[in-house]
């Protein structure tokens, strides 16, 4: 039994009020249904007006939709390998048709990428039962992982820990470990069958304890961690089957302790002063034979003094290295006469500005594409500019010349130049280049 209502002092309320408060309650239950069927009339207009959209939308064909399903399927494969970004599950979230395509294409779950933090057993475990049914009948990577082919590892926070879960892979030959916070000598891999490594921000003792046991590598890129750990020194090493090299910065200890008697390819950014000395002892020391010559940010004297010594060099590509135009025009006039290029057969130069005696290089060009006994025929030429928020001109340069050589076989790009005038380009000069070609 409820008692009394406080403000009746506890007793009972007239009978009089009573009858009023029920009255009362009955207009409130009124008009409570009132507003309850106006909601539900409501309601059900909005509901009418959701399904004329929803039919609506439903009518409207996107061109995208309208595309083959294996149209879809590639340009879905271009999105997850083309990008950092791309991730196969976001493509099952659109709509149930690309679900259903995304699922189907067994190429776009045939990687695997897992953030250091979610390094968790039972996350990767997780993830791998979605991916594996996914990858349809392409080699799944299941312990032993049988078909692990490449591997990046990338960790810039502390990890202590021993990595030993790509031990067994039989088919590893790429790896790359990227980052301060690996210690190299607590990543055990199958260093022997490995071909292509880059090591990023590691000591150069921590490399060469590393590169001692890679007998089969062939391919090599390092970069320096700008502080160095105490690691055991190590002795030289020797690596009979490396073909390619490409050092990141200007420390030059990993070079004085290399020997690579295969070597054809070398790639260095940053060239120093102290590039040249070591060098020529290391070319020494390899007795190899550098087919192809990069150097990027390199002083002009330090770099002439690298591939004048090197003879046996067919592809020189000089990158963001800001020489002058006296310093560009000695580069072509020595490219034909000097006895130490006379291999070349392709040229590459990429600068923020380009400024050249057209005149110098053209005749250049011309001498070396008509050949000469005992020279080899410039065969690509490729001059560009890397502006820096500039507007891009495209070189009009040499009309009459170029386009004929290009006709015989000449492949020659020139992208982002500034444009040269017509005074560059008289009838002196013409003559002048047809009087090469013609009498070489």
């Known amino acids: 039994?409820?008692?009394?209502?406080?403000?009746?002092?506890?007793?009972?309320?007239?009978?009089?009020?009573?009858?009023?408060?029920?009255?009362?309650?009955?207009?409130?239950?009124?008009?409570?249904?009132?507003?309850?069927?106006?909601?539900?009339?409501?309601?059900?207009r909005l509901r009418n007006k959701k399904e004329a959209i929803l039919q609506s939308l439903a009518a409207i064909v996107y061109p995208v939709l309208t595309l083959p399903p294996e149209i879809i399927s590639e340009i879905f494969l271009h999105y997850v390998h083309g990008r950092p970004s791309g991730h196969p599950p976001r493509l099952t979230r659109i709509c149930s048709s690309w679900r259903a395509i995304a699922i189907s294409t067994p190429g776009l779950w045939n990687r695997l990428h897992a953030e250091s933090e979610n390094w968790d057993a039972q996350k990767l475990s997780r993830r791998f039962q979605m991916w594996l049914p996914r990858a349809g009948g392409l080699p799944h990577l299941l312990a032993p992982l049988s078909s692990l082919k490449t591997l990046k590892l990338e960790l810039e926070g502390f990890f202590d820990g021993p990595i030993t879960a790509f031990l067994d892979a039989p088919m590893l030959r790429d790896?790359?470990?990227?980052?301060?916070?690996?210690?190299?000598?607590?990543?055990?891999?199958?260093?022997?069958?490995?071909?292509?490594?880059?090591?990023?921000?590691?000591?150069?003792?921590?490399?060469?304890?590393?590169?001692?046991?890679?007998?089969?590598?062939?391919?090599?890129s390092f970069s320096l961690q700008p502080w160095v750990p105490d690691a055991p020194a190590q002795p030289p090493v020797t690596l009979p089957y490396l073909r390619r090299l490409v050092l990141y910065d200007d420390d030059i200890t990993l070079l004085d302790r290399l020997t690579l008697p295969a070597l054809e390819q070398l790639e260095v950014y940053e060239m120093s002063e102290a590039y040249s000395v070591l060098l020529e002892a290391f070319f020494e020391r390899s007795q190899c034979a550098i087919r192809s010559l990069t150097l990027i940010q390199a002083s002009f004297t330090d770099a002439f003094e690298c591939f004048w010594s090197?003879?046996?060099?067919?592809?020189?590509?000089?990158?963001?290295?800001?020489?002058?135009?006296?310093?560009?025009?000695?580069?072509?006039?020595?490219?034909?006469?000097?006895e130490k290029l006379r291999g070349l057969e392709t040229l590459q130069i990429k600068q923020s500005e380009f400024d050249i005696d057209l005149r110098v290089m053209t005749m250049t060009v011309?001498?070396?594409?008509?050949?000469?006994?005992?020279?080899?025929?410039?065969?690509?030429?490729?001059?560009?500019?890397?502006?820096?928020?500039?507007?891009?001109?495209?070189?009009?340069?040499?009309?009459?010349?170029?386009?004929?050589?290009?006709?015989?076989?000449?492949?020659?790009?020139?992208?982002?130049?500034?444009?040269?005038?017509?005074?560059?380009?008289?009838?002196?000069?013409?003559?002048?280049?047809?009087?090469?070609?013609?009498?070489?």
């Open 1 to 44: 039994m409820y008692g009394a209502p406080a403000y009746y002092g506890g007793a009972a309320p007239p009978m009089h009020t009573a009858a009023q408060l029920r009255a009362h309650l009955t207009d409130i239950e009124r008009d409570m249904a009132d507003v309850e069927r106006r909601m539900a009339e409501e309601m059900a």
């Open 175 to 220: 790896v790359s470990l990227i980052g301060s916070g690996l210690t190299l000598t607590r990543v055990l891999l199958p260093w022997t069958q490995l071909t292509a490594i880059k090591l990023s921000r590691h000591c150069v003792d921590e490399a060469l304890a590393i590169l001692a046991q890679t007998s089969s590598l062939e391919r090599l």
């Open 310 to 338: 090197l003879p046996s060099i067919i592809e020189l590509n000089l990158h963001l290295c800001e020489w002058s135009r006296e310093e560009l025009n000695y580069l072509f006039k020595r490219i034909f006469p000097d």
């Open 366 to 440: 011309a001498r070396r594409w008509c050949g000469v006994e005992g020279t080899a025929k410039l065969n690509t030429l490729r001059l560009s500019v890397d502006h820096s928020g500039g507007a891009h001109n495209t070189v009009r340069a040499a009309p009459v010349t170029f386009p004929e050589w290009e006709a015989q076989g000449l492949d020659i790009e020139t992208t982002n130049l500034p444009e040269w005038t017509t005074e560059d380009i008289n009838a002196y000069l013409v003559s002048t280049v047809a009087f090469f070609c013609r009498s070489l």
